[in-house]
């Protein structure tokens, strides 16, 4: 089951993700053109050449797998994603999300999807659980109590921005806090992307067996 996301990023961050994948599909063409020549594929026939190429896309889907062939663009992410997750905290296993609860990144106090200067590029993104079940729920719980204050709050000063320029100055600085708090789910997608497209000089890759 995959989770479909967008998230506003830096157009040019995205140019530089595309390239990336461009270059690991164009790979990816290269490798399969040589497995074909080294079991003579032009050369098979019938159950023979429908063995070799099974055998082929294989070994194809494992490399996928692996994170050796980074051919989407979540496959590109995925080693910066699961190497942000665990430096969060996030990748470990969570309660599920109480059924009618906000979801992670549409967080009272959040900036949502499409706000954020500069942030005018559109990065849709289909994650498998292995990545998506983690991030959405990891960030629930521990947006939580943050969500909390911020509802008892409102429930205190108003929700509107009218009642908001009425608190006082340390009310105020309360509801900062409690927003400064709550992680969204496009502040770790733009994380990952940055590691992605600036991985650091001997940094070993993470990779992760992902299911789609």
Request: charged share 20%; with cysteine; aromatic share 4%.
């Amino acid at each position: 089951m995959g989770h479909t996301m967008v998230i506003a990023v830096p157009p040019a961050d995205l140019d530089r993700l595309d390239a990336i994948v461009n270059a690991q599909q164009t790979a990816e063409t290269r490798w399969q053109a040589a497995a074909e020549q080294q079991v003579g594929l032009l050369d098979l026939r019938g159950p023979a050449l429908r063995a070799a190429r099974a055998r082929i896309r294989g070994e194809r889907d494992r490399l996928r797998e692996a994170g050796t062939h980074r051919v989407t663009r979540w496959r590109a992410l995925a080693p910066a994603l699961h190497a942000e997750l665990d430096t969060r905290g996030l990748l470990r296993e969570w309660e599920p999300i109480p059924e009618g609860a906000q979801q992670a990144g549409q967080n009272l106090g959040g900036t949502g999807p499409y706000a954020g200067a500069g942030l005018t590029g559109r990065l849709c993104v289909t994650l498998p659980d292995a990545l998506a079940v983690p991030l959405l729920r990891g960030l629930y719980w521990t947006n939580l109590p943050h969500i909390q204050a911020l509802e008892s709050w409102g429930d205190q000063w108003g929700t509107d921005t009218a009642s908001r320029r009425g608190a006082p100055p340390e009310a105020l600085a309360e509801r900062a806090q409690a927003t400064a708090q709550i992680t969204t789910t496009g502040a770790i997608l733009r994380a990952a992307l940055h590691r992605t497209i600036n991985p650091r000089p001997n940094t070993p890759t993470v990779s992760a067996k992902l299911s789609t």
